[in-house]
């Protein structure tokens, strides 16, 4: 009997398969760590916020007001969770899920590490390694949209109806381009896995050789991060990332002087709370995914630890991927404290008629340069790029006539410094 | 690739559903419940609502813009294959991406010859 | 166990897509009829995904529901869809639309039982095809259907245009030119 019960541990691990039970802690840990992340992100907005602004921000509850966050959300439980009588009663109440669930899925590709070996059981430091990484994370971010459009049209009010409208058209804008920015990526790991495109960028650059002359002194100090060679896509994802999570400058959704508060105006209680989260949740995993895919993801310094602290081993990555992430997280906040909110038509322009060609450039530009260099001659690749910067040049120089025609106040600074 | 790694992803599916219908349904049990007829109309920042919203008419731009989204969408699907098979495709496959975004390219200059980017007319 | 738990799978998701393929046309409100879509395709998806061609079911999230049921929720939205019941969808071709169904049902279930009868497609991971499979095929057999997919993506959008900007003098230089007018006047 006493037997029995010793070995029923392992007789349940063999039942259900240490697969299953791998899976099943990776998920709940994940999940668990990030409600506590969003909490601590929303925490350390309103501070550094506040601190930006010369005011003390949250300190009431919990050393350094670390407990706001929480003090919050469980007040919005409280709440009345009422349903405006215009409501349409399943699509309301479907929109905040629908919102929320996309923002969390996308964490499922992050690899937030190296691998530990747990009982003999190697675990991967990834949800779950995708052969499709990068087309999974657009996929579960294009299914976000639904969250907006069904809260805004469910919610049976005119305010509400013309924010969905709008930050719809913002979010499938700015999809394209970030789906363009990360083929770019793909094409130089060769692999879509979030996990093949970390391993790629290990190690550094060496043999940096530069018209010709060798510059020895870099050799084995710049990483060799994708963010060297592919800076031009990652300003394009970043640009469209934080227009995707409708962030400031691009809080166009969220305009309070003319929409209320947009697409969530009609929302309460712990449903605006979803909506909430769903946002920050985003937040947290568009900087993920920009140190996954530009910085190396946990890729640092790890140099060989004794034996007897052999597990910072596996820590340090960790370490390496927390800092990066949190480095983009403060980047938002940043961005929000700074910029003021993009008027609609020149939100559309960025995204049409600049993010969108230069990605497509980019992405020829990088075909290009990756070619087999016995099929295209240099002397071809650099006509393409010749022409690919003059091109870029009589761009950039001509501006956007269409802006600047409407305003007159920067017509007149021009003529008075030609004065 | 074995179904496993579908496994994780089922899992925080089911996990983060469960997660947001058990806080609303928590919420709607410890909450109080004193609906008004004021409180159950829409917000219009105090003004009485005139109308609902089968009333409201949008811009065309916005089905236009819903409609390139989806052109350009079909154009990245094709991308990131090619982008993964780029090396074994070698210069062939880099002529005919080129071919196929030459022609998505004279479309889009259309679109800009139109007016069809322009959001203020 | 593994093919087990795929067939028991398998039979999950064909009552999904059955019952909201059912619920789109059965749906009173329109939008309501646009969810069941995304339940129809994301159940598809699903079954794309336990027949190992992930890519497909990705592409199949992001294009059909990612863009396309998108793209029908803005039409519904910026023509008129009020809450609630709304109206009659039925009309007089009912019965013709039942037998059209029916005889799509017909061939298509003929085609399949014809083709396939009796053979076992393999449930092992030596069937599962990558994105790289998947771009080397596009890109050696099938290069024609490709670069026609790409004439076609040109008279979708020329057509989306047309509709959407039924002037034709109206293009963005005349656009500029009205601007420039409008911002001169202002600063005089």
């Known amino acids: ?419 | 690739m074995t179904l496993d790694s579908y496994v994780p992803i089922l899992f925080l599916i089911v996990l983060s559903t469960l997660f947001a219908v058990a806080s609303i349904w928590v919420s709607s049990r410890i909450g109080p419940r004193a609906p008004t007829p004021a409180k159950l109309t829409p917000y219009e920042s105090g003004i009485v609502p005139e109308g609902g919203i089968e009333k409201q008419r949008f811009p065309v731009k916005f089905y236009l813009v819903a409609m390139l989204f989806i052109i350009f969408d079909i154009e990245t699907v094709f991308l990131y294959p090619w982008a993964v098979a780029y090396d074994n495709l070698k210069l062939f496959g880099l002529i005919e991406m080129g071919v196929f975004i030459a022609i998505l390219l004279a479309a889009y200059v259309y679109v800009w010859r139109r007016g069809g980017l322009e959001w203020v007319d | 166990m593994e093919a087990a738990w795929q067939e028991g799978l398998f039979f999950v998701f064909a009552t999904v897509i059955t019952v909201s393929a059912i619920g789109v046309v059965t749906a009173r409100n329109v939008i309501h009829a646009a969810l069941f879509l995304v339940a129809t395709l994301i159940g598809a998806a699903c079954i794309y995904i336990l027949m190992f061609a992930e890519f497909v079911a990705w592409a199949q999230v992001l294009v059909y529901v990612g863009a396309i049921v998108v793209l029908m929720l803005f039409g519904l939205m910026l023509t008129r869809a009020p809450i609630g019941k709304y109206g009659e969808y039925d009309n007089d071709q009912k019965g013709l639309a039942a037998i059209v169904a029916a005889a799509v049902f017909g061939v298509t279930a003929w085609v399949l039982i014809d083709s396939f009868e009796g053979v076992e497609l393999p449930t092992d991971r030596v069937a599962a095809t990558t994105s790289k499979d998947v771009g080397e095929a596009i890109f050696s057999s099938y290069v024609l259907p490709f670069e026609l997919v790409s004439v076609l993506l040109l008279a979708a959008l020329v057509g989306a245009v047309v509709i959407a900007r039924r002037d034709e003098r109206v293009t963005s230089r005349t656009i500029d030119a009205a601007r420039r007018e409008k911002a001169r006047e202002e600063d005089v």
């Open chain 1, 1 to 419: 009997m006493i037997d029995w019960i010793k070995q029923l541990p392992g007789n349940v691990i063999d039942f259900i398969g240490p697969e299953i039970i791998i899976a099943t802690a990776k998920v709940v840990l994940v999940f668990g760590v990030l409600l506590v992340t969003t909490l601590l992100v929303i925490w350390f907005e309103r501070r550094v916020i506040a601190d930006m602004q010369a005011r003390v921000g949250p300190n009431r509850w919990g050393p350094f007001g670390l407990f706001q966050t929480l003090a919050d959300g469980i007040k919005l439980f409280f709440k009345e969770d009422f349903r405006p009588a215009a409501a349409d009663r399943w699509t309301f109440v479907i929109a905040p899920v629908m919102a929320m669930v996309p923002a969390f899925l996308a964490f499922a590709v992050v690899p937030l590490g190296d691998h530990v070996v747990i009982a003999g059981h190697r675990v991967d430091l990834v949800m779950s390694d995708l052969n499709i990484g990068i087309l999974y994370f657009l996929a579960v971010g294009s299914l976000g949209v639904y969250g907006v459009v069904l809260a805004g049209w469910a919610s049976g009010s005119k305010y509400p109806l013309i924010g969905s409208i709008r930050s719809t058209a913002q979010m499938i804008s700015y999809e394209i381009a970030l789906g363009l920015s990360l083929v770019p990526i793909a094409l130089v790991a060769g692999s879509l896995s979030t996990v093949d495109i970390v391993a790629a960028q290990a190690g550094t650059y060496d043999n940096i050789v530069l018209f010709g002359r060798d510059l020895n002194f870099l050799e084995g100090i710049i990483p060799h991060w994708f963010i060297v060679q592919q800076w031009p896509a990652f300003l394009i994802f970043l640009v469209a990332g934080i227009a995707e999570t409708n962030r400031a400058p691009f809080d166009l959704p969220e305009a309070e002087t003319e929409l209320v508060a947009g697409y969530h105006t009609e929302y309460s209680g712990i449903r605006f709370a979803m909506f909430f989260l769903g946002e920050y949740v985003h937040v947290v995993a568009i900087s993920a995914m920009a140190a996954t895919l530009f910085f190396g993801g946990w890729h640092g310094w790890n140099p060989a630890f004794p034996a007897a602290i052999d597990w910072l081993r596996w820590i340090v990555p960790i370490f390496w991927f927390t800092i990066k992430t949190v480095a983009f997280v403060y980047l938002f906040v940043w961005l929000r404290a700074t910029l003021p909110r993009l008027r609609y038509d020149r939100l559309m322009w960025v995204g049409w008629k600049r993010l969108i060609p230069g990605a497509l450039v980019w992405i020829v530009v990088t075909a290009v340069l990756n070619s087999d260099p016995e099929e295209v001659p240099t002397s071809a690749r650099l006509w393409v790029m010749a022409v690919v910067f003059a091109i870029l040049l009589a761009w950039v120089w001509r501006g956007d006539p269409r802006l600047t025609a409407l305003e007159p106040w920067r017509k007149k600074e021009v003529t008075r410094g030609t004065a």
